[in-house]
């Protein structure tokens, strides 16, 4: 299967925390995504980074990109009770995205 | 609207009906996918289609499963004689041509009774 592991599965934190998810794949890309799903909604797209980029920044978002371990991580700072969502890693293949399978994360207050 | 609108957002059917699922995309948008979500499989693509490019159908699971895009716009997928398999959650998404990040609706929650 081409599609990508997120790590870990779930996770739950007090807000103020910070919350680590990590995204794995299988391919060569030209850029990762992450997006992220409220219960019930479509996925809103958060950040990308290119294939050439190890680290960017959005707000309290944080991606990183470990091309050679095809690897990505997203960092949340500060989380709060609005973070509580799924969150999904996100590659080309062809015309298509490839998801992985998403960290359910949960902010308590 | 100024986002990708969907409908309906709740579909239940009885199996071996067939079921028609439309996507208004962004204005300007000439990219549109169709995604599926469900609990066994998570997100998995569709059929893209690009202007008035063939679309990439490659993603369809069954010959149960067409879609169309009339005018470059509107988008209706279609599901004949639906089996219980079918239940998910059907995502369309648009962009501009050969640009990343896809934009998502809402999506259509579909039971197969």
């Known amino acids: 299967s081409q599609q990508g592991e997120e790590d870990p599965q779930a996770l739950s934190i007090q807000e103020g925390e910070n919350a680590t998810m990590n995204c794995s794949y299988k391919?060569?890309?030209?850029?990762l995504q992450w997006y992220r799903q409220n219960s019930g909604r479509g996925l809103v797209h958060l950040i990308l980074?290119?294939?050439?980029?190890r680290e960017k920044h959005s707000g309290r978002l944080r991606v990183t990109l470990d091309t050679s371990k095809k690897s990505s991580s997203l960092l949340i700072t500060a989380s709060r009770a609005a973070d509580t969502a799924s969150y999904f890693c996100?590659?080309?293949?062809?015309?298509?995205?490839?998801f992985g399978k998403g960290t359910t994360l949960s902010v308590s207050s | 609207g100024a986002g990708v609108s969907q409908s309906p957002s709740n579909k239940v059917t009885e199996k071996g009906k067939d079921v028609e699922l439309r996507c208004d995309p962004i204005?300007?948008?000439?990219?549109l996918y169709w995604y599926r979500q469900s609990l066994g499989q998570g997100l998995e693509f569709l059929i893209y289609?690009?202007?008035?490019?063939?679309?990439?159908k490659s993603g369809l699971p069954s010959d149960r499963f067409s879609a169309e895009r009339t005018g470059g716009s509107v988008s209706t997928l279609t599901i004949q004689r639906t089996q219980q398999e079918d239940s998910a959650v059907y995502l369309c998404?648009?962009?501009?041509?050969?640009?990343?990040?896809?934009?998502f609706g809402d999506g259509t929650r579909l039971s197969i009774l």
């Open positions: 998404a648009s962009s501009l041509a050969g640009r990343q990040p896809q934009h």
């Open positions: 391919t060569s890309i030209n850029n």
């Open positions: 980074i290119r294939s050439n980029e």
């Open positions: 996100a590659y080309q293949a062809g015309t298509a995205l490839i």
């Open positions: 204005s300007g948008h000439t990219a």
């Open positions: 289609f690009q202007g008035n490019s063939a679309p990439d």
